[in-house]
T-cell receptor
Framework: NAGVMQNPRHLVRRRGQEARLRCSPMKGHSHVYWYRQLPEEGLKFMVYLQKENIIDESGMPKERFSAEFPKEGPSILRIQQVVRGDSAAYFC??????????????FGEGSRLTVL | KQEVTQIPAALSVPEGENLVLNCSFTDSAIYNLQWFRQDPGKGLTSLLLIQSSQREQTSGRLNASLDKSSGRSTLYIAASQPGDSATYLCVGGTSYGKLTFGQGTILTVHP
């Protein structure tokens, strides 16, 4: 039973390019969360999605960032026109269909974005 | 808005010592409190989860306590080993998985 899979593990982009980070939740999980860890900072909540729905995006920057979790396929975190301040580790987590009731949240190993 | 603070920021101890990591949080209406371990370049591993109705949880050499009234949690590690070296994260959770992370305590256990 594979865990939460994130790819790419490392991504390098130049300023102004687009970055797409993918997250495949654990098998059977239908809830996905994205967290961002800026250098020397703690992890910060970005967005919570269920299949085809954004439930809470209160942690998403207002511009250039978007997230989706389609009916089929992985969840995608998209960053348009990247800037150096977007350089960070982006972690995805998933929880079972009944949600987070039991406190079970499984994290992937993260995608590390470097903006040159 | 929940805020989580951890002290100390870094801790270096010789192998075999017992140690305590401290965590404080501002919102006592916490759903649960978790301690995670993060290794460099790796993901997060959940160590202990304490529901809001509980006072403590134990797993092997680890013991975590929760005092909602004072807004504090501690992680106790007994007989520390070099393999325990990592960053330890205290995390407050809501009922739907929105987590608030502390900055972490970087633990180094030297032989």
């Amino acid at each position: 039973n594979a865990g939460v899979m994130q790819n790419p593990r490392h991504l390098v982009r130049r300023r102004g390019q687009e970055a797409r980070l993918r997250c495949s939740p654990m098998k059977g999980h239908s809830h996905v969360y994205w967290y961002r860890q800026l250098p020397e900072e703690g992890l910060k909540f970005m967005v919570y999605l269920q299949k085809e729905n954004i439930i809470d995006e209160s942690g998403m920057p207002k511009e250039r960032f978007s997230a989706e979790f389609p009916k089929e396929g992985p969840s995608i975190l998209r960053i348009q026109q990247v800037v150096r301040g977007d350089s960070a580790a982006y972690f995805c987590a998933s929880s079972p269909p009944q949600g987070y009731i039991t406190g079970e949240l499984f994290f992937g190993e993260g995608s590390r974005l470097t903006v040159l | 808005k929940q805020e989580v603070t951890q002290i100390p920021a870094a801790l270096s101890v010789p192998e075999g010592e017992n140690l305590v990591l401290n965590c404080s949080f501002t919102d006592s209406a916490i759903y649960n409190l978790q301690w995670f371990r993060q290794d460099p370049g790796k993901g997060l591993t959940s160590l202990l989860l304490i529901q809001s109705s509980q006072r403590e949880q134990t797993s092997g050499r680890l013991n975590a306590s929760l005092d909602k009234s004072s807004g504090r949690s501690t992680l106790y590690i007994a007989a520390s080993q070099p393999g325990d070296s990592a960053t330890y994260l205290c995390v407050g959770g809501t009922s739907y998985g929105k987590l608030t992370f502390g900055q972490g305590t970087i633990l180094t256990v030297h032989p």
